[in-house]
């Protein structure tokens, strides 16, 4: 069964210009989340979606951020424009919703992607 | 506000060693505790998850305990072998269990042969 997987794995772009961020979470998970790390930080929160809805962007920086998942299935997060202090290291995971006792149980984590802004 | 602490920052033994790393968090009311391993340039592999009413996990040489009423959890590393290098992460879910994962710095491990 294939993972999380997150493209690009590297980004360089200028200060200004616009990326785009892609997460394909594992088969039949409902939930998705995007983290980031900034250097010298622990990793921190974005957003989370059930399916294509946004169950909670309580930790999107600014509205420079744009989160979409369309048909519940992959993830975009566009940032536009970048700025120096958005470079990190962005991260996806996933995990199964289930009904019941522990709706909200193990996540998978992808590689990540790392930004780089200049 | 949920704060993690892990200590130490880093660590470095000689192979064969066992080895405890430490993680606290400020709000006790979790939902459940994850660590993780992360090597360079990789994502996060989940080690073990610890439920809030459980008080350990075990999986191989790895033992995670869980003390939720002081805030604590450790993980335990038996006989330590050059491939356990790497960073250690604990993450834990507060207990509204809406919320997601709050982290922790890591500890960065280093097993010499």
């Known amino acids: 069964e294939a993972g999380v997987t997150q493209f690009p794995s590297h980004s360089v772009i200028e200060k200004g210009q616009t990326v785009t961020l892609r997460c394909d979470p594992i088969?039949?998970?409902?939930?998705l989340y995007w983290y980031r790390r900034v250097m010298g930080k622990e990793i921190k929160f974005l957003l989370h979606?059930?399916?294509?809805?946004?169950?909670?962007e309580s930790g999107m920086p600014n509205n420079r951020f744009l989160a979409e998942r369309t048909g519940g299935t992959y993830s975009t997060l566009k940032v536009q424009p970048a700025e120096l202090e958005d470079s990190g290291v962005y991260f996806c995971?996933?995990?199964?919703?289930?009904?019941?006792?522990?709706?909200?149980?193990?996540?998978?984590f992808g590689p990540g992607t790392r930004l780089t802004v200049l | 506000k949920q704060e993690v602490t892990q200590i130490p920052a880093a660590l470095s033994v000689p192979e064969g060693e066992n080895l405890v790393l430490n993680c606290s968090f400020t709000?006790?009311?979790?939902?459940?505790l994850q660590w993780f391993r992360q090597d360079p340039g990789k994502g996060l592999t989940s080690l073990l998850l610890?439920?809030?009413?459980?008080r350990e996990q075990t999986s191989g040489r790895l033992n995670a305990s869980l003390d939720k009423s002081s805030g604590r959890s450790t993980l335990y590393i038996a006989a330590s072998q050059p491939g356990d290098s790497a960073t250690y992460l604990c993450?834990?879910?507060?207990?509204?269990?809406?919320?997601?994962?709050?982290f922790g710095k890591g500890t960065m491990l280093l097993v010499s042969p």
């Open positions: 995971a996933s995990s199964h919703f289930t009904s019941g006792q522990l709706p909200y149980n193990e996540q998978f």
């Open positions: 709000d006790s009311a979790i939902y459940n």
């Open positions: 088969s039949g998970h409902d939930n």
């Open positions: 993450a834990v879910r507060d207990g509204s269990g809406y919320s997601t994962l709050t």
């Open positions: 979606f059930v399916k294509e809805s946004k169950q909670d």
């Open positions: 610890i439920q809030s009413s459980q």
